[in-house]
């Protein structure tokens, strides 16, 4: 998957940083078994800047391309 949700966040699980206020982060989403969507980590700034070729979309947006797949994102 390309793309991950726009959130804020006050910690980025992928470079173990804890913020001291919300920044703008990422929600990556994975599926589970039961074959719904859900955001599994959730990453900072640093990593966004790292990780361009990831499209950062909203809730609805995400919600939308995952539906397409057959799926429902929770």
Not at 40 to 63: F, K, L, Y
């Amino acid at each position: 998957m390309n793309f991950a949700i726009d959130m804020t966040t006050r910690r980025c699980d992928w470079n173990q940083i804890d913020y001291d206020q919300p920044v703008r982060g990422a929600g990556l989403i994975c599926q589970g078994a039961t074959g719904r969507y859900c955001v599994v980590m959730v990453c900072g700034p640093e990593w966004i800047a790292h990780n361009r070729n990831t499209e950062i979309v909203s809730w609805d947006e995400a919600a939308k391309r995952v539906e397409a797949m057959g799926a429902w994102l929770e």
